[in-house]
Nanobody
Framework: QLQLVEAGGGFVQPGGSLRLSCAGP????????IGWFRQAPRKAREGVSCISRIDGNTDYKDSVKGRFSISRDNTKRTVYLQMNSLKPEDTAVYYC?????????????????WGQGTQVTVSS
């Protein structure tokens, strides 16, 4: 099965930026809609952003609109999540997921494949 790999997490101060990447070595990510999810300690996993396979349409959680941007580079078989103006409440493990659906969703039920996650910590 497709196994996704996330990268780019780390420690930043409030107001800083990070760019996360999601890749599926040996697989074609262009065939899937891709979602970014995150889970903070003692909280449920939530959808952050997603990008559809068929038309590249995107969606964002309300609290990250205007700060986060999702994009796809099919030549590199990689999906990115650019995160700007980071806040302490953005601290979480971020997961990349792939769905064999033509459109993307911010709930996790349609997603078939998941990465191991990358830690993002926003703190002074």
């Amino acid at each position: 099965q497709l196994q996704l790999v996330e990268a780019g997490g780390g420690f930043v101060q409030p107001g800083g930026s990070l760019r996360l990447s999601c890749a599926g070595p040996g697989f074609t990510l262009a065939s899937y809609s891709i979602g970014w999810f995150r889970q903070a300690p003692r909280k449920a996993r939530e959808g952050v952003s997603c990008i559809s396979r068929i038309d590249g349409n995107t969606d964002y959680k309300d609290s990250v609109k205007g700060r986060f941007s999702i994009s796809r580079d099919n030549t590199k078989r990689t999906v990115y999540l650019q995160m700007n103006s980071l806040k302490p409440e953005d601290t979480a493990v971020y997961y990349c997921a792939a769905a064999s659906r033509t459109f993307c969703y911010l709930n996790e039920r349609p997603y078939d494949y998941w990465g191991q996650g990358t830690q993002v910590t926003v703190s002074s």
